[in-house]
């Protein structure tokens, strides 16, 4: 996996959760936002002090975090 380097962790800032930029925006946050129906350019907007690389980071990290744990899913 190439390296994210927007992506902290630190266990001062919200909990230790990841972070962009040691800031307190969650990856989860991002992620969720898109996940919402959000554009990439909304949040940009909304959020002025994060930047395209963050978001793309954060959607990357999410990703491989999906693709390298496996979660019971329900089956319907």
């Given at each position: 996996?190439?390296?994210?380097?927007?992506?902290?962790?630190?266990?001062?800032?919200?909990?230790?959760k990841?972070?962009?930029?040691?800031?307190?925006?969650?990856?989860?946050m991002i992620?969720?936002?898109?996940?919402?129906?959000?554009?990439?350019?909304?949040?940009?907007?909304?959020?002025?002090?994060?930047?395209?690389?963050?978001?793309?980071?954060?959607?990357?990290?999410?990703?491989?975090?999906?693709?390298?744990?496996?979660?019971?899913?329900?089956?319907?």
């Amino acid at each position: 996996m190439e390296a994210l380097d927007r992506i902290t962790r630190d266990p001062r800032v919200m909990g230790g959760k990841p972070c962009i930029r040691g800031m307190r925006v969650t990856v989860g946050m991002i992620v969720g936002q898109i996940g919402a129906g959000r554009s990439v350019d909304e949040l940009l907007a909304d959020y002025p002090y994060l930047e395209l690389e963050d978001v793309l980071q954060a959607l990357r990290y999410a990703a491989w975090l999906a693709e390298e744990r496996e979660m019971p899913l329900a089956v319907e």
